[in-house]
């Protein structure tokens, strides 16, 4: 079973950047997809930017496009999510996850497609 650590986030002023990193160990890791999401207090988990298991086809929220890019290192076992021009509304913890198919030839957005959640990281950006 594919075990997530994200890590990485912190306090920023609006503008700033952070990169986050989420490492696997004990599966597969390069047959999946890999996804963030993000979650702030009182909201739904929120689909934030995905990345195909080969590292080809990248997706992301409409609210990160342009600022936020995902990649992949499969040697490292390891996404990583950069984050730029970083906004207050941006403020959630974040959590990776790994699709529940493997070698999936589409990305998909929805939570319940994603499994082995990490425990999550949080990110505050100060205004």
């Known amino acids: 079973q594919v075990q997530l650590v994200e890590s990485g986030g912190g306090l920023v002023q609006a503008g700033g950047s952070l990169r986050l990193s989420c490492s696997a160990s004990g599966g597969t890791f390069n047959r999946y997809t890999m996804s963030w999401f993000r979650q702030a207090p009182g909201k739904e988990r929120e689909f934030v930017s995905a990345?195909?298991?080969?590292?080809?086809?990248?997706a992301y929220g409409d609210s990160v496009k342009g600022r936020f890019t995902i990649s992949r290192d499969n040697a490292k076992n390891t996404v990583y999510l950069q984050m730029n021009s970083l906004k207050p509304e941006d403020t959630a913890v974040y959590y990776c996850a790994k699709d529940t198919v493997y070698f999936r030839v589409v990305i998909v957005t929805t939570k319940n497609d994603y499994d082995a959640w990490g425990q999550g990281t949080q990110v505050t950006v100060s205004s």
């Open positions: 990345i195909s298991w080969n590292g080809w086809r990248t």
